[in-house]
């Protein structure tokens, strides 16, 4: 049976790269985004032109270079320099200019802030686009390996554990270079002098950690990347990685704000929460968040910025036989706000002092305050065993977080159907990036580049699954007709700051020097808006 033939080598065709590039190539939208928008404006470093010398490569020509990569699984900078070359799908896009790696890496390594500002707009763009309802976001994140091993991240634990192995080997080799003194034997001797010596060597290192460790004030270093952390990744699994944050609307499962840090989640939410807020210029919205959020003042805070929260309640305490037993939890205590007591399971009130206490963290930002309730009727209560091991009775902490916090809990037991929507919503998406992509790790180096290439994942997810929801012929078409509006730049910012000041300053002037203070609050307030409108 014969076989199909191919086209000669030798064969002479006229056609043109236009000719190789299908309609709806994912390329022809990558070249219609960025050549619509202004990346000066964005916050991207811009190569100038020059009068002499050799020219420069324009900036949008990598950006091309790295959004196609990243939708390709490609972010080598060197694998990108011979994608240039030999790909096709890369000369039509960048019109047969072939950058060398060095200049394709410093872009992403000089570009973070533009990448993540970039995201952003991409963003706007969606929700002009009504691709975004900004009614319930689901939060979550997850964890990326660092460019740091676990041998070059250290904590005081690990370093008094080098420095006693240290004085140990010293005082062996000592003991040993005594006999062999005695012995006579040079050879050996000189062996343990130069063990010796690299062991002294060693201790200067480690000491110098340990100054550098205290002076940082926190409770671990990394010496690859100084940014990365050792954290927790599943069960007692412990990765030196950073924490990519992703907050994503329910409507198509788009990103709408992320963030990368370099803690665990507990103390996260509230900066996503509003980032996401905030980017995409909405008045309030449902965030659906699991437990490992769940923390009194970041709640507060969402409450403060008109956010609500529905964040999975962290399972009570086990009981124990010489315990609290379940009947006597906290859970099972009734507060009553106007007269700011507790009644418990017995009927009996415990009261406070109206004292606020002070407890700290092992963090400046980590401590709380709290009120303590107590009743005299513990004493002589028959079922005080079963409530607490303490002699003076059971006494309650009320923190300065506990509204916002049973609001929150309350929420979450009223709406199971809507929580569990949560891990249909994010987890896709990190198992999307993580497994399917293969970014699980990141080969920059310090938190802010890191946080630029997981801003262009981001992006790049967004760019990919919106593809998939309208088409490119349908996307190219929306995004040639939006009206990019870039955040005001440096001066511009301080100017309108100065200007809304100087008119609140006026207006409360105003209204103090005025006999009728009467409605102060409300005139201000009414004031205030009618300003910053105007602004």
């Given amino acids: 049976m014969q076989h199909i033939s191919g086209t000669s080598r030798q064969q002479l065709q006229i056609s043109s790269l236009e000719d190789k590039i299908a309609v709806d190539n994912p390329i022809r939208f990558i070249d219609a985004f960025v050549e619509h928008i202004s990346l000066e404006s964005v916050g991207f470093t811009v190569q100038t032109l020059k009068s002499e010398g050799r020219p420069s490569f324009d900036t949008k020509l990598f950006l091309k270079i790295y959004l196609y990569g990243y939708l390709n699984g490609l972010r080598s900078s060197r694998k990108l320099e011979k994608e240039c070359i030999r790909n096709i799908e890369l000369q039509w896009l960048l019109e047969d200019i072939r950058p060398n790696y060095h200049s394709i890496s410093d872009f992403r390594k000089d570009n973070p802030s533009g990448l993540k500002k970039l995201f952003k707009l991409f963003v706007s763009f969606l929700k002009n686009a009504d691709l975004i309802a900004g009614e319930t976001i689901a939060i979550d994140g997850t964890k990326s390996r660092a460019h740091n091993s676990k041998k070059a991240n250290f904590n005081q634990k690990k370093i008094d554990k080098h ?101 665990n989640d507990r103390n996260a939410l509230a900066a996503i929460a509003i980032q996401a807020k905030e980017n995409l210029k909405i008045e309030t919205y449902t965030a659906l968040v699991d437990k490992g959020y769940h923390n009194g003042r970041e709640i507060t805070q969402c409450k403060d910025h008109n956010i609500t929260t529905i964040v999975a309640q962290p399972a009570q305490g086990k009981s124990n036989e010489n315990g609290t037993q379940p009947d006597y939890f906290v859970s099972k205590f009734v507060y009553n706000n106007d007269s700011d007591t507790y009644t418990c399971p017995q009927g009996k009130t415990l009261k406070t002092t109206g004292s606020w206490h002070k407890k700290t963290g092992r963090s400046e930002n980590s401590g709380y305050k709290f009120k303590k309730y107590r009743t005299p009727d513990c004493k002589e209560c028959p079922m005080k065993d079963l409530c607490t091991s303490r002699t003076g009775g059971r006494e309650i902490d009320r923190s300065e977080y506990a509204d916002a916090v049973e609001e929150n809990n309350k929420r979450y037991q009223e709406n199971p159907q809507l929580y569990r929507t949560r891990q249909e919503i994010n987890e896709h998406i990190f198992g999307t990036i993580k497994r399917q992509w293969g970014y699980n790790h990141t080969n920059l180096t310090g938190l802010e580049k890191v946080n630029g290439e997981h801003s262009l994942i981001m992006l790049v997810y967004n760019i990919k699954r919106t593809m998939n929801i309208l088409g490119v012929p349908d996307l190219i078409d929306k995004i040639q007709k939006w009206n990019a509006k870039y955040p005001p730049k440096g001066y511009a910012v301080m100017k309108t700051t100065f200007f809304k000041l100087l008119c609140e300053f006026k207006i409360i002037k105003h209204l103090f020097l005025t006999p009728k203070t009467n409605s102060l609050t409300s005139e201000f307030c009414a004031n205030r808006k009618g300003v910053i409108a105007l602004i």
């Fill in 163 to 263: 420095l006693a192995y240290i004085e140990e080997r010293t005082q062996e080799y000592l003991t040993e270079l005594e006999t062999n003194d005695v012995k006579d034997n040079t050879v050996t001797v000189t062996k343990i002098q130069e063990k010796i010596a690299r062991l002294k060597k060693n201790k200067i290192r480690y000491e110098l950690l340990e100054e550098k460790l205290k002076a940082s004030g926190e409770p671990q270093i990394s010496t690859t990347d100084q940014d990365a952390r050792a954290l927790l990744v599943q069960g007692v699994v412990v990765e030196v990685s950073y924490n990519i944050q992703a907050a994503v609307d329910n409507k198509h499962n788009l990103v709408v704000a992320t963030q990368t840090i370099n803690r």
